[in-house]
């Protein structure tokens, strides 16, 4: 896996760290493709647990495709009349990310430490939960460099903030700050940006030492839920909550509780 993500699996949870700050985290092949990797490694790892999606540096999480690279790729394939091939990148790598961190039968925390633009926004949304440090910003950008949606954005931010801001976001991109993106539903906590590192640490750390099972059971059922009546969400809900309460994990949280006792999770 190349330098530009890292990846470390630590008593069940696993860090992917996009580490590209000299660019601003950018997405070039080389990222999407370690990227790609580390994702898909960590949702098909039963070792892990809960998976943290972070950034090195301070000032962006992610910027989405870098641009640089990009629009040597557009040169070249109109050189070459082989039209949008160079587009093939979201099904290459997008697609496959978004994929591995909203199907991963465990929970995923972004911590977003500065600008999630374009398809870093994404990546966050595809996150279940999202720790923002204050001085963060989020942006869509894909109508100012003339391109519509990737990277899952179309299907996460509407269930997010509701089909009406969501296509005013998209088609008039802006600056987005970590107070106003709170209020929004996009982070759901903010923290002074000294602390974001810590603070994300202990939140998925506490996850992963928790009923996973369960976790993976919640995460299912809710995205069943966004897509599904009423009756067949009901029928969901019983399947999965049979296959929860058959688990070790749920033997211990009853025990625990009848003893006023901490429970500790197997993960299983």
Not at 158 to 170: I, K, Q, T
Request: proline letters at 3%; charged letters at 20%.
């Amino acid at each position: 896996m190349a330098d530009t993500v890292l990846y470390e699996v630590s008593d069940g949870l696993a860090t992917i760290t996009i580490n590209r700050p000299e660019a601003m985290n950018a997405m070039n092949i080389e990222t999407k493709v370690a990227f790609r990797e580390a994702a898909q490694a960590a949702a098909a790892d039963d070792s892990v647990r809960a998976v943290l999606l972070t950034a090195s540096g301070d000032r962006a999480f992610c910027v989405g495709q870098d641009l640089k690279e990009h629009i040597g790729g557009l040169m070249a394939a109109r050189e070459s009349g082989s039209g949008g091939g160079v587009m093939s990148t979201v099904q290459e790598h997008y697609n496959p990310i978004v994929r591995a961190l909203t199907g991963a039968a465990k929970p995923v925390v972004a911590a977003v430490n500065g600008v999630a633009a374009g398809a870093g926004f994404g990546f966050a949304l595809a996150a279940d939960y999202r720790i923002v440090a204050d001085t963060a910003a989020f942006n869509t950008s894909f109508a100012g460099v003339a391109l519509t949606a990737d990277s899952g954005i179309s299907w996460t931010l509407p269930r997010v903030v509701g089909p009406s801001r969501a296509a005013d976001l998209l088609l008039f991109p802006r600056s987005i700050t970590a107070q106003e993106a709170y209020e929004l539903g996009i982070a759901n906590r903010i923290v002074p940006s000294a602390d974001l590192a810590a603070e994300a640490v202990k939140v998925a750390r506490g996850l992963a030492e928790g009923p996973t099972l369960a976790y993976a059971a919640l995460k299912e059922s809710l995205a069943f839920g966004l897509t599904h009546s009423l009756e067949e969400t009901l029928e969901k809900e019983d399947e999965l909550q049979t296959r929860a309460g058959s688990s070790e994990d749920h033997v211990i949280a009853v025990q625990a509780f009848v003893n006023k006792e901490k429970p500790k999770y197997l993960g299983r």
